[in-house]
């Protein structure tokens, strides 16, 4: 087991759902936090990725990877050098948007060898130590590749997965008209088997003209027998702010 962690969080996408936005949604202020101003302690909003990177920070991890592309630098002057939060946050540049996996490859330079921490910005999972009992899972069970499960009743929105009853993943297709399935991955950790797994995927796709999803390389991940295992926490919760409705929901939920 490789002891080195980092995060990476995916930020290039243009939010198209929920176009016209005033800035980045990863910044969208989702309830309030306690911060010390003048010796006193005073409420202040919360943006929305702020959840994600304290749930991961609880974990244990120190590195993080910002992946931004156009209109995304906002985020940048927001987090700086994560040195406010105890951490060291990196940003690279995703300049053409052919999906995920894409965004993810970009750091393989910087870190082939390290286990990987992965959430999405524009999302709040609860319980708030859910990346430890992840990450603590993955290593218990020397996985390659961990993902996190959520109970859905959409899954026309999310990729779906189908495990078996020892939490082995079997298989994962996204974003379903219908399905049987009624889990949906929104989280993951890997080893640097799957980090070098994305890049040999990429390289024998090469795919530009259709997006590749990260369900994809799952499911490649599978072929090529990888361990690949699901962690299901039955009380946890995955809030996505991708609609107008689902970010009605959490502005409701956390008005503290």
Not at 30 to 55: A, M, T
Not at 208 to 234: H, P, R, T
């Amino acid at each position: 087991m490789n002891n080195k962690l980092i995060a990476i969080i995916p930020a290039a996408g243009t939010g198209s759902r929920l176009f016209p936005f005033p800035c980045p949604k990863e910044l969208f202020p989702i309830g309030y936090q306690d911060i010390i101003i003048d010796g006193k302690k005073q409420k202040r909003p919360k943006v929305i990725s702020q959840y994600l990177i304290e749930n991961i920070i609880n974990a244990g991890v120190e590195k993080f990877y910002f992946i931004l592309g156009e209109g995304k630098s906002k985020i940048m002057d927001y987090y700086g050098s994560g040195l406010r939060f105890g951490i060291k946050i990196s940003y690279l540049y995703q300049e053409e948007l052919f999906g995920m996996p894409y965004a993810l490859n970009l750091v393989l330079p910087w870190e082939k060898d390290a286990t990987v921490v992965f959430g999405m910005p524009d999302t709040i999972i609860e319980p708030r130590n859910y990346f430890k009992q992840l990450l603590n899972f993955h290593n218990k069970h020397n996985s390659d590749l961990t993902l996190g499960l959520f109970k859905t009743d959409f899954p026309s929105k999310f990729g779906m997965t189908a495990v078996d009853n020892e939490n082995n993943v079997i298989y994962t297709i996204d974003k379903p008209i219908k399905t049987e399935l009624i889990y949906a991955w929104g989280s993951a950790c890997w080893s640097n088997k799957f980090t070098l797994l994305i890049n040999e995927f990429l390289s024998i796709k090469k795919t530009v003209n259709k997006e590749v999803v990260l369900g994809d390389i799952f499911n490649y991940a599978i072929e090529k027998k990888l361990q690949v295992k699901a962690l299901i926490i039955e009380n946890a919760q995955y809030i996505d702010i991708g609609t107008s409705e689902e970010l009605d929901l959490a502005l409701k939920k956390f008005h503290l």
